[in-house]
């Protein structure tokens, strides 16, 4: 019958329309908390901070972004706010070792050493081993002038293979002005992520701090390759390729001999 | 139901973790997660900061020292003791048993403010009591300075030992001195005294009658004539010091060559006779005080006695304070009274 022959049974050549597969980033915690610490690892602290909260918004639980909140105010310059925030935090997580630890790390910054040394000790009495207890134990080493600093950032490293480790370290050591440890902390850093522009960026301070300024010319061209906007990084260039006095070079040297 | 804190596994349904007690149910609570900032004067003055960091570091380690010296506790720098060995320089190394250190910061230090003070007024004197300030930093330093590797730091710590010690000790020490009386030095001769001499006045106490006073003479421009007959025009400005004869109120008159106060011969007579020779009664106005002009004017040079009260009748706000030591040179050293 020629009115059913134009009738479609079965066509191979219609398939169901497929729909396209959506790469949907699910925003949770751990995204807002990877975030965070990516901005960490750029140096932009600010942006860190606010992302460690968008964590906590989701979720509460999560201690280390508690942790991380405390950190950023503390690389921010806001010591009593982050010995405030950690005193909240820790009533919240009674005893938590990481806690303890960034409110010693606090108090040392506020030069109240007493706190610091007592809380440190506490967090390295706690169960468990990580890196940051062992970096803040290291701080107050350097803080006290003694001379177990760089066996405690030792430590740290082996807890934890992270190239953020040295490069946090040799923070510490920049905040002290022992530029001498610090570069090598920083080298260690750049040598774990050669990527890294924020640690060829500590790595160039260190180095003109310490007066060797053409290594820290080549360490921030290497850094504004890697990001070509870095402000910081433009300025310290700029202040090395102006001409300087040799005697503020020696000075400079003298004042942060170690 | 697994802590987040310690990690450990928890009963279902319980409230705190058995372990480390952190909440189980926070995820329920009410929390803000958003921690506090710095207000935008911190942010902007950072020195603020600084300020803060700089007595949290300093004060605990001179407590920290002092407590050391003096063997007791921490909190036993409240006492009296420890002020003692701030004030007396080489007392804490002497308690720390280094006696002969403690003796020779002590030794010097007390010889150079003996000099100090009893040639206070002269270059020498200022020297030597910058000296012995110095003496006393080195000595408080020395006790307090505990293990500073840096350079920058050590200089840092002398640096605020000399600010607390002239802040605390010495500027409260010169303010009390100068209440009771204050050096000067005569750049040219007075007699009886001499260029060079130092004298001591108070600028506390209230000049009376009778009193050797330093003062100021009104800048004025006198005309007279010479000895000679020739006409000559002397102006008189600069400090002086001579003896206040009567105070505001008192009657001075001049009687059959002779000085009257009240009626009553003064004991402070004018070294020449010419220079007062007023016809007429004269009250010293409130707020002045009649100054005898003895050593102002030229020998050689007559004045008209109006014009001569003028330089004679001395506002009260000029004059400085009563004199009352001469310390310099030392064989001359005397009590004025």
Known sequence: ????????????????????????????????????????????????????????????????????????????????????????ALEIFPAQSELMAAQAQAECRMANMK????????????????????????????????????????????????????????????????????????????????????????????????????????????CLELCPRHIEAQRHMGDLQQSQWPFSRIFRRLMNRN | MQCPSCQFENMPGSGNCARCGTSLTLAAATIDVHPPRAGKLVRTAPSLLGVRRAWNRFFPSVQSALASVWGGSENAIARWPTFLECIVPGL????????????????????????????????????????????HVTALRDATAGSFALLGDRLKHALLVAIGLFMLLYLPAGWAITRV???????????????GDVLWYSNVAKATAGDLVLYEVPSVSLAGNRNDGYPARIVVAGQRINRVVAGPGQVVQWNEGQLLVDGSASRYQPASARLLQMEDALTVPRGRF????????????????????????????????????????????????
């Open chain 1, 115 to 222: 706190k610091a040394h007592a809380l440190s000790d506490g967090a390295l009495q706690q169960r468990g081993d990580s890196a940051y207890r062992w970096q803040v134990r290291g701080e107050l080493m350097v803080a006290t002038k003694q001379k177990t600093d760089e066996h405690c950032f030792d430590k740290a490293q082996l807890a934890d293979r992270d190239w953020l480790v040295p490069l946090e370290s040799a923070l510490i050591y920049c905040h002290y002005k022992v530029f001498s440890k610090a570069q090598l902390k920083a080298k260690a850093a750049v040598e774990g992520a050669p990527d890294a522009y924020h640690a060829w960026y500590v790595l160039g301070v260190c180095q003109s701090k310490l007066g060797f300024d053409s290594s820290a010319v080549s360490s921030f061209e290497r």
């Open chain 2, 290 to 337: 009649f100054i005898l002009p003895d050593n102002l004017l030229p020998n050689a040079v007559a004045i008209s006695p109006e014009q001569l009260l003028t330089v004679s009748l001395v506002a009260e706000e000029r004059v400085l304070g009563p004199v009352f030591l001469r310390s310099y040179p030392l064989n001359h050293f005397t009590v004025i009274r």
């Open chain 2, 181 to 195: 009386g204050t050096p000067f030095r005569l750049t040219q001769g007075l007699p009886p005294f001499n260029q």
């Open chain 2, 92 to 135: 804490g190394q002497m308690r720390r048993g280094d006696r002969a250190q403690g003796w020779l910061f002590f030794g010097t230090f007390a010889l150079l403010l003996s000099l100090g003070i009893l040639l206070m007024g002269t270059t020498a004197g200022s020297l030597l009591l910058g000296l012995a300030f110095a003496a």
């Open chain 1, 1 to 88: 019958m020629a009115r059913f022959d134009k009738l479609e049974f079965g066509s191979e050549s219609e398939e169901p329309e497929k729909k396209p597969v959506q790469n949907r980033v699910e925003k949770d915690e751990k995204y807002w908390a990877h975030l965070a610490s990516d901005n960490r690892r750029k140096g932009n602290y600010e942006n860190a901070l606010r992302y460690y909260s968008r964590t906590l918004e989701l979720d509460k639980n999560v201690v280390a972004a508690w942790v991380g909140q405390v950190q950023m105010l503390v690389q921010l310059g806001e010591y009593p706010q982050a010995i405030l925030w950690s005193q909240k």
